[in-house]
């Protein structure tokens, strides 16, 4: 799988470019990040729990949800500690899933089989 350009965005860690997106999934958002590189490999799921996709009708009511979203500076904090806990983004494979929790990246329970 690869993500798709429309949507996505580029950024840069340490001179590597890697392409990321975020989109919904069961009341979770969905972190996807792969190496921007002819050779990709895996891409990281991160999961990370937030209420904006699932109470929108709610607003302006909104004092008492986790409205958590992601920043580019969040997106190179789990890239970098991606690689740390075992991501290869140019060695094929089954994607890997993470959690980020009190902004700290934990391997997911939850791996593909």
């Not at 392409?19 to 990281?44: H, L, M, Q, S, T």
């Not at 997106?75 to 991501?87: S, T």
Request: hydrophobic share 35%; charged share 30%; aromatic share 12%.
């Amino acid at each position: 799988m690869t993500l798709p350009k429309k949507k996505s965005r580029i950024l840069t860690v340490d001179n590597v470019q890697y392409r990321c997106v975020i989109g919904p999934n069961d009341g979770y958002n969905v972190f996807y990040a792969e190496i921007e590189d002819e050779n990709k490999g895996c891409i990281i799921e991160v999961y990370f729990d937030t209420e904006i996709n699932k109470f929108w009708t709610e607003f302006p009511y909104v004092s008492n949800l986790n409205l958590k979203i992601l920043k580019p500076k969040d997106f190179e904090i789990i890239i970098r500690e991606a690689l740390v806990n075992g991501w290869n983004p140019k060695e094929k494979g089954q994607n890997l899933r993470f959690d980020f929790v009190d902004n700290t990246l934990i391997k997911s329970k939850q791996q593909n089989k």
